[in-house]
């Protein structure tokens, strides 16, 4: 069985086919991992930017102003940030960690919103001081401590609502239904705005939802939507106050495997805005306010592929082989926490003839220390590269040193260059946060 058509959908788009081989522009990728060293991780920019550009199409099918803030959680760096800032876009943050790096990578604080369910009053401290642009309230404990602090301007703020919607995903991705411990419930988000409107040093100026990550539902991400829009109607009508911004949050499906649904990105949030506007229309008419869209996934898994060398071989009698290569939970724990499915091809004949099914495996010390249960490929000989597409997004943020591993280097390609935007680690940042002790202890 040759495999005639390669699922291009996957790839960047500075990838292709020649003489048999595959190339990232002019980077022949078996050369490359060979070259750079592996596992290591390569964004493709023309990629991270079409997907800007669709996101930038589709929302002109809002009516009002729109606004792309980036998810960091799905992959945070200083010059990520950087490339963001440059074009444009605002970032979403949930930690004292993220802001820290927003805030170096040079993201205007007017464009940072502040997420989370479990805010410190340090985090809180940190997010004003840096004037972040809105902070999300998720809870009413939050609300109280907002209101029990000294500002000395007024802090904007957003409510997050609990819908009570459940998304079609996996069970840990979805964050809308009742009992996540994401969100307001309709009745607090009420209680919640009359504190706020009630509280000279906080303003109310969004409404946000966030019902879960990797849907291809786009019911649910309306009806979230519909909640935001009565909400608002009910904030109109109880207190004449429009508000400014309103955001469905992230959340939508990326292919990772040639059988996953495929899906163009631009009339995906094109639909989105279309219907989004049709409702707000109905309910509160032509003032539009402005549609914040949170993408994580969807605007960068696609750009990142991994290069891992392929080490030593494991016929079974049934047939199978497992491949262990030098990367895996370490790098990409997907697959062991969500039964995240993923292809790969062999860089130096990705179109050619299987030999049977592969099991992809990384060096580390469990079974669960997988990237692919199941695919096919042709003769692999140890020192070969293989390449797994869609590696952009919340591979190497939720990357660990598990069993000593070193995060993998990562590189930026631009239309002629790779550019470097993150080394690999070395062995003295395993010990750098270690003290070692003065003496042996008295028991
Ligand atoms: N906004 C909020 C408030 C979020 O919590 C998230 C993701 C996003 C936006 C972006 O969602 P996206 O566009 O990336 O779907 N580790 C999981 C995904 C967790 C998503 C967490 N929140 C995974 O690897 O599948």
């Not at 669709?54 to 606004?67: N, S, V």
């Amino acid at each position: 069985m040759v495999p005639t058509t390669f699922p291009r959908h996957l790839w960047p788009l500075s990838t292709h086919l020649f003489q048999r081989r595959l190339w990232l522009g002019r980077y022949d990728l078996f050369e490359l991992g060979q070259r750079l060293g592996t596992p290591v991780y390569v964004y493709d920019l023309p990629t991270l930017d079409h997907m800007i550009s669709a996101y930038r199409h589709g929302l002109q099918f809002w009516p009002g102003q729109g606004l792309i803030t980036f998810a960091s959680k799905a992959w945070l760096s200083l010059p990520l940030v950087q490339l963001l800032t440059w074009r444009g876009l605002g970032l979403d943050v949930v930690s004292e960690g993220e802001l820290e790096i927003a805030r170096l990578g040079g993201m205007d604080g007017e464009k940072i919103h502040l997420h989370g369910n479990n805010k410190s009053l340090a985090l809180l401290t940190k997010a004003i001081a840096v004037g972040v642009g809105a902070i999300v309230v998720d809870n009413l404990q939050e609300l109280a401590l907002l209101e029990r602090l000294s500002l000395t301007k007024p802090q904007r703020l957003w409510l997050r609502l609990n819908p009570d919607l459940m998304a079609a995903t996996h069970a840990y991705r979805q964050t809308g239904h009742y009992g996540s411990k994401f969100g307001l419930t309709w009745e607090e988000a009420q209680e919640a705005v009359q504190r706020i409107v009630a509280n000279e040093h906080l303003m109310l100026t969004g409404l946000h939802t966030h019902i879960g990550s990797q849907l291809f539902e786009f019911e649910p991400i309306l009806k979230a939507f519909e909640r935001l829009i009565d909400l608002a109607a009910w904030i109109q009508r109880r207190f004449g106050l429009s508000i400014r911004y309103i955001s469905p949050g992230g959340g939508l499906g990326v292919a990772y495997h040639p059988q996953d649904p495929k899906r163009e990105l631009f009339p995906l949030v094109r639909d989105l805005c279309v219907f989004a506007a049709r409702s707000w229309r109905q309910r509160l008419g032509e003032s539009f306010p402005i549609l914040v869209l949170e993408p994580g996934r969807s605007l960068i898994a696609r750009a990142g592929m991994a290069l891992y060398s392929v080490g030593n071989i494991r016929y079974l009698s049934n047939g199978e082989r497992i491949i262990a290569v030098d990367g895996g939970l370490s790098d990409n724990s997907r697959p062991a926490l969500y039964g995240a499915k993923y292809t790969t091809v062999l860089a130096r004949d990705p179109l050619g003839e299987p030999v049977g099914p592969a099991r992809i495996v990384g060096p580390l010390c469990e079974s669960g220390d997988f990237l692919i249960k199941s695919v096919m490929l042709p003769e692999v000989q140890p020192g070969d590269v293989l390449a797994i597409p869609v590696s952009g997004a919340y591979q190497l943020s939720m990357a660990s040193n598990y069993n000593g591993m070193l995060r993998p280097s990562v590189f930026l390609h631009t239309r002629a260059t790779l550019i470097p935007m993150q080394r690999r680690e070395q062995f003295e940042d395993l010990w750098r946060r270690d003290v070692l002790l003065p003496e042996k202890p008295m028991v």
